[in-house]
């Protein structure tokens, strides 16, 4: 045998052993499917869902997290695995991978961004793991990659803040005059940020006064948007609109242009546009300080779960299903009406 030859032997039996090592390690660090939990002294199957869920940014998030695990409970018969991929598609790849090696029975992916995810998907198809896409969208060619998709229509958020300017303008008698709008973009390259800011680009497209000032990323964080707003109102003094993409970029907003000496909301100076429609995001359009809220429904648990009782029945989910949304106007609330709506 040549020594070339047994030197890719060898290469190739201590590849096979570290690769086998490396798996008996991983079987051995992950925590032991619990499929049959003890409950009132008798033995049942639970049904393990595997949750990437995209990150903490926003209370519309947290608000998301919380309606999976109150859903999702041992009481109703599952076993939920979260995994915080802290914004990174990276690691929801990682997590994805992870769940299909613990078998688990279902996989429901709230994706960072839209792009980038058929092989991952493709590998838990062929796993036979069904996958429930929700909020945000992914695209792919081919759309069997997932078994179904719960969330908002982003586009029709953003056109529902655009037909509202355009007519809280006129009411104002200000639909000749130019309209200076600064917009305050979230996470880039996810369904929200491209559905809303979609949005914005047809108003801005179907209005010759309105005029874009300036465009940043906030990330969908109060910490983000403040920094980029109070830049941005370094060098832009005329603003009559702030369009942010989420509640928490609101208060950031809000925040810088407090310290700017600015004034918004109801009886402000600046139009303050936002979306999510949360407690808090509710109370400060209560209150006048919000203009418009858009809401974006993160109550999604039940729904999920429905899909997955379906499936667990040999039923077909509808493919896609659209969360119907709304929009408020500090006149519309109240604190029991914010109060009842759960998040
Ligand atoms: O995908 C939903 C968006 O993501 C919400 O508007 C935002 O608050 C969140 O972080």
């Not at 499929?35 to 869920?53: H, K, L, P, W, Y």
């Not at 903490?56 to 939920?80: H, K, P, Q, V």
């Not at 078994?147 to 958020?157: K, P, R």
């Not at 407090?258 to 936002?274: F, M, P, Q």
Request: hydrophobic residues 40%; proline residues 2%.
């Amino acid at each position: 045998m040549s020594e070339k030859y047994r030197k890719k032997i060898y290469r190739r039996t201590a590849l096979g052993a570290a690769v086998f090592l490396i798996v008996l390690a991983l079987a051995a660090c992950a925590p032991r499917m619990n499929r049959n939990a003890e409950t009132d002294g008798s033995a049942r199957q639970m049904t393990v869902i595997g949750f990437s869920q995209l990150g903490n940014e926003s209370d519309w998030r947290i608000a998301n997290t919380e309606s999976m695990e109150n859903t999702f409970t041992e009481e109703a018969g599952y076993e939920l695995l979260t995994d915080d991929a802290r914004q990174s598609q990276e690691k929801q790849i990682a997590a994805i991978r992870n769940f299909i090696l613990r078998e688990v029975d279902y996989i429901v992916l709230a994706p960072v961004v839209v792009s980038g995810w058929e092989e991952v998907l493709a590998e838990a198809r062929d796993a036979g793991v069904p996958v429930i896409v929700m909020d945000r969208r992914v695209e792919t060619e081919d759309d069997s990659l997932y078994t179904a998709w719960v969330g908002s229509d982003m586009e029709a958020e953003g056109d529902r803040a655009v037909r509202w300017l355009d007519e809280y303008l006129k009411e104002q008698g200000r639909d000749r005059e130019e309209i200076s709008i600064v917009h305050i973009q979230g996470s880039l390259n996810s369904s929200a940020q491209l559905g809303r800011t979609a949005g914005l680009d047809r108003g801005l497209a179907g209005h010759r006064n309105w005029k874009l000032a300036a465009r940043e990323c906030g990330e969908f964080t109060q910490a983000k948007a403040y920094e980029v707003m109070r830049d941005i109102l370094k060098t832009t003094k005329e603003v009559d609109v702030v369009y942010c993409e989420n509640d928490n970029e609101a208060f950031g907003v809000m925040q810088a242009l407090g310290e700017a000496g600015l004034t918004y909301g109801k009886d402000g100076d600046v139009i303050l546009i936002s979306f999510d429609a949360t407690e808090a995001g509710l109370t400060a359009c209560m209150n006048g300080q919000i203009n418009l809220n858009v809401e974006c429904n993160p109550l999604h648990g039940p729904r999920v779960e429905k899909i997955i009782s379906l499936l667990e029945e040999d039923g077909t989910p509808q493919k896609e299903s659209y969360v119907e949304e709304t929009v408020f106007e500090p006149d519309d609330l109240t604190e029991e009406l914010i109060r009842e709506r759960g998040y």
